[in-house]
């Protein structure tokens, strides 16, 4: 499948792809300083709409973020705001549209004083933007220090200083924003954790580049949102029987640790498959039968008779992994699984099994995979040397770079999950609730994931389309959450969703 909708608004732009942005908008003759006083004028206007902002500081920086500065002082001084700016150095060594908006601008301007922000309503940081490169430094991390601490409303313009963009990585000194300002798309940095934690809300203000510059940026990373997979969204048929509808086999854990596949079985048939079997050993049979009515259970005793239930042709989606127990056993039947070349998610132990031999489980892919670690899980099967995943790339980069290496789509799980494709391209979820980080939670996704790809959603959509439900149905729920009350939810979410689709709420 082909990465997403270019012009989507749930597209994420890297810095280099923002400012590439920026140059194919002047190619079609659109001026950089209509854009930056686009920019500045959102930055006050929204500034405006809060009520009670008299006092303002506006923090200026030496490039183009602080032009924005520049031009959101102007508007506010304008609107009967007391305005200062703060700019650290010689006006006129500015360059470019950021020295045109700096002339322009004639109110009160001096080098920082801590005593500035007594009794301002609010700070703008306009210091570094997408041009930051490696941490504050001098005056700049004292300002972002003293302004983090002060009683103002706090607003960042495009990104907040000391933050990177690109991976939501944070340096030493961060402004912490209560809301910030971007232009055009967001950026990987407003989504990832910890830069999420440090935008406070963020909106996207429109400054004129046309969405047709990115038909040729093709940006690779989103935002999740049923937008992206809407036309994949499977359709239920009338007249189609239960196997039409997709049939899942799950590996039954083994004695102690039961109910982890039954919930991957339950989610399954929740998320819309129409039929669903929990291969259980032997040992475990009688308890995994007595606590299952819709799943079907099928006891087996060797691998032969395993492989031979995997086989079975109506069965068209395996998932392996909750609660089947990490060791050479598992191995060998997470290989006998991928041998039937059928999609396949591996969870929880089919991938600590592989922990210092993933090499071999990578070989054995040839079909569509996904794969559901969280992070601890995701240590084990890719490590940290070497990968190249050197972790100031950001988790964008290091998924990015698993999939690629695995020949899978990776869900790597968190508060910022990520969800990459071998080819690249990947979508961040952002709406997931903490109540999620609850025992049995990725066991539940693992089967949303099933069930979807059982009613032949493409691995990608199917993926993301898990991701986005089991979030969905977390928000349904609240503190005190357990990870029944998701697969209860999960029809809710699916028949809100088809509703949404039909009514164009998503679009
Ligand atoms: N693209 C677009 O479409 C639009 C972009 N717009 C705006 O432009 C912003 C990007 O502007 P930008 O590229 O000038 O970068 P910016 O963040 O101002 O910083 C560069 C300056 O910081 C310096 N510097 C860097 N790191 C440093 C450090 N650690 N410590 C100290 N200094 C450091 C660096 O110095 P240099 O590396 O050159 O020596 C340079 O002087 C973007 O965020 C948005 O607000 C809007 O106007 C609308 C249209
Ligand atoms: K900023």
Not at 26 to 54: C, K, N, P, W, Y
Not at 416 to 430: F, N, Q, S, Y
Request: net charge negative.
């Amino acid at each position: 499948m082909a990465c997403f909708n270019p012009r989507s608004d749930e597209a994420l732009l890297s810095c280099a792809q923002m400012a590439a942005a920026d140059r194919a908008a002047m190619s079609m003759g659109h001026f950089g300083e209509d854009l930056m006083e686009a920019a500045g004028m959102g930055v006050a206007q929204l500034a405006l709409a809060r009520t009670g902002i008299r006092r303002v500081l506006v923090l200026c920086g030496p490039g183009n973020n602080g032009g924005d500065g520049w031009v959101a002082a102007r508007y506010l001084r304008e609107a009967g705001c007391d305005v200062h700016v703060v700019f650290e150095g010689d006006v006129s060594a500015l360059k470019g549209d950021a020295f045109t908006m700096a002339r322009r601008y004639d109110g009160m301007t001096s080098a920082y004083d801590p005593s500035l922000l007594d009794d301002v309503d609010l700070v703008i940081d306009a210091l570094f933007g997408a041009g930051l490169r490696g941490p504050l430094r001098g005056r700049a991390q004292q300002m972002v220090m003293d302004a983090n601490r002060c009683n103002a409303f706090r607003l960042a313009v495009d990104v907040p200083s000391g933050l990177s963009g690109d991976t939501g990585q944070a340096e030493e000194a961060v402004f912490q924003a209560d809301l910030t300002v971007t232009f055009f798309r967001k950026k990987p940095g407003h989504v990832l954790v910890p830069g999420r934690y440090h935008c406070g809300r963020v909106v996207v203000h429109d400054i004129g580049i046309p969405a047709c510059v990115l038909d040729h940026i093709a940006p690779l990373a989103f935002e999740n949102s049923p937008n992206l997979w809407r036309s994949h969204w499977p359709r239920k048929v009338p007249s189609n029987h239960k196997y039409q509808h997709g049939s899942v086999l799950v590996l039954g854990g083994r004695p102690p640790a039961l109910g982890a596949s039954r919930m991957t079985a339950r989610a399954a048939l929740r998320m819309g498959a129409g039929v669903v079997t929990l291969a259980s050993p032997s040992d475990g049979y009688a308890i995994q039968a007595g606590a299952l009515d819709e799943v079907m259970v099928a006891p087996y005793d060797n691998d032969s008779e395993l492989g031979a239930l995997m086989a079975d042709r109506r069965r068209t989606v395996l998932a392996v992994g909750p609660g089947a127990g990490v060791g050479e056993a598992l191995r060998r039947q997470v290989h006998l699984a991928l041998a039937q070349k059928k999609p396949v998610v591996l969870d929880a132990d089919a991938l600590t099994s592989f922990e210092g031999q993933a090499d071999a489980l990578f070989a054995a892919i040839q079909s569509d995979v996904v794969m559901t670690p969280h992070g601890g899980e995701f240590q084990r099967v890719f490590g940290t040397q070497e990968t190249a995943p050197d972790q100031t790339d950001g988790k964008l980069a290091i998924t990015r770079a698993a999939a690629y290496r695995a020949g899978a789509i990776l869900v790597h799980k968190g508060p910022d999950t990520v969800i990459a494709a071998p080819d690249g391209c990947a979508v961040i979820e952002t709406a997931a609730p903490p109540d999620l980080a609850t025992a049995g939670s990725g066991d539940v996704l693992a089967g949303c994931v099933a069930g979807l790809l059982a009613q032949g959603m493409p691995a990608m959509a199917a993926a993301c389309c898990a991701v986005w439900s089991h979030g969905a149905a977390a928000r349904n729920s609240g503190r005190g959450l357990v990870a029944g009350d998701l697969i209860a939810a999960l029809p809710v979410i699916s028949k809100e969703m088809e509703l949404g689709l039909k009514s164009s709420v998503f679009r």
